[in-house]
């Protein structure tokens, strides 16, 4: 894992054009079927392997799209270390394209973009691109252009 520094809010401007990537995280079908249940989504495409495998387009089950934008936070956890941070607020998504599905079982992993740092009276509201890619895929599951505040302690 690669990791962007910087020792406080105030100096994520300093970040801007740096990139970091993360650790690879399975995405199995436990997984899939848990998010299924506490979404209510049970499309067979996402739960029914059997299913799946015989007449989706995809070959088997595949994660949620949603289930792989949920993964973000995860994915990208300790890419941005930032001192001095009391804490850090997702303040929204402008942009999402889910661009290739996750076949259960997949390993994906997340790069982060720092692309700005505004400062706020709150904080520094930081915009990233953020992809998500499939181990061996030759594109990513997703692209999403993600805000976050990052609050002085």
């Not at 100096?11 to 054009?17: C, K, P, R, S």
């Not at 989706?56 to 994915?75: D, I």
């Not at 790069?111 to 700005?116: D, K, L, Q």
């Amino acid at each position: 894992m690669t990791a962007i520094t910087v020792s406080s809010p105030e100096d994520l401007g300093t970040a801007v054009g740096q990139s970091a990537t993360g650790e690879w995280r399975v995405v199995d079908q436990d997984r899939i079927d848990l998010f299924a249940d506490a979404t209510d989504d049970h499309q067979w495409i996402h739960v029914d392997p059997a299913r799946a495998a015989a007449e989706s387009p995809f070959g088997g089950p595949v994660a949620h799209g949603f289930l792989t934008l949920a993964l973000v936070p995860a994915l990208t956890a300790g890419l941005l270390d930032v001192g001095g941070t009391a804490m850090v607020v997702n303040y929204g998504l402008d942009r999402v394209r889910f661009l290739q599905p996750v076949l259960a079982g997949s390993r994906v992993r997340a790069t982060t973009v720092v692309e700005g740092a505004e400062p706020t009276a709150q904080g520094v509201r930081v915009s990233s691109t953020v992809t998500v890619e499939i181990e061996g895929a030759p594109r990513p599951a997703l692209v999403a252009r993600t805000i976050a505040l990052f609050v002085p302690a």
